[in-house]
């Protein structure tokens, strides 16, 4: 890897809604990028709870609280299909070295991406270890030999998911702006009353 390229990271995220784990993700990125771009998209293999633009307000909320100028919501970016996004991106900042973001929840699912050899040709993959979700050697295996190169990031992201939020009404792991913004709109159920 050539140190004198720019690195930036890219985190797109259902972000249904933020977590503690999503904003601990975005604070670690921080230390180790020059320049860190997250933006709320909508995943083919969910079913969203809130809308896109919702989810969209609700991650702006977790930047704005996080207030580092390195860090940048970029919505444009958002597609369903990472090769979409990858190829704005790489158009944003030809120069750049792109580097995707994923949480190693998702290892298992890469070599099944659409367009998934031209995404690994586009940008590095960086595994971020989530809490309960152990990285696989064989999924490991799988991403290399379809042409990936991987960095394994050196962060620790806590076991929390969006799923408790709108399941079991939990908001024990919710960064405090993002919460106030779903108490006001009452979004999963929440609201002033809770």
Do not use: C
Not at 38 to 61: C, F, G, Y
């Amino acid at each position: 890897m050539n140190e004198n390229i720019r690195r930036f990271a890219l985190l797109g995220t259902s972000a249904d809604p933020p977590t503690s784990g999503h904003k601990a993700l975005l604070e670690g990125l921080l230390t180790l990028f020059p320049k860190v771009i997250t933006w709320a998209s909508n995943n083919p293999m969910k079913h969203h709870k809130a809308s896109l633009e919702k989810r969209q307000r609700l991650l702006n909320a977790l930047v704005e609280e996080i207030a580092n100028p390195k860090l940048h919501l970029i919505q444009e970016l958002s597609s369903p299909w990472t090769i979409q996004t990858l190829e704005k991106a790489s158009t944003k900042w030809p120069t750049t070295e792109l580097v995707f973001v994923i949480g190693s929840d998702l290892t298992k699912d890469v070599p099944n991406w659409v367009s998934v050899q031209d995404i690994l040709k586009k940008a590095r993959i960086a595994i971020a270890p989530r809490k309960g979700w152990p990285i696989l050697r064989s999924h490991i295996q799988k991403i290399e030999s379809l042409g990936g190169q991987l960095d394994f990031l050196p962060l620790k992201i806590p076991a929390t998911a969006s799923s408790h939020v709108h399941e079991r009404l939990e908001t024990r792991n919710i960064p405090s702006s993002v919460l106030k913004l779903l108490l006001e709109e009452n979004l999963y159920g929440l609201n002033t009353n809770y």
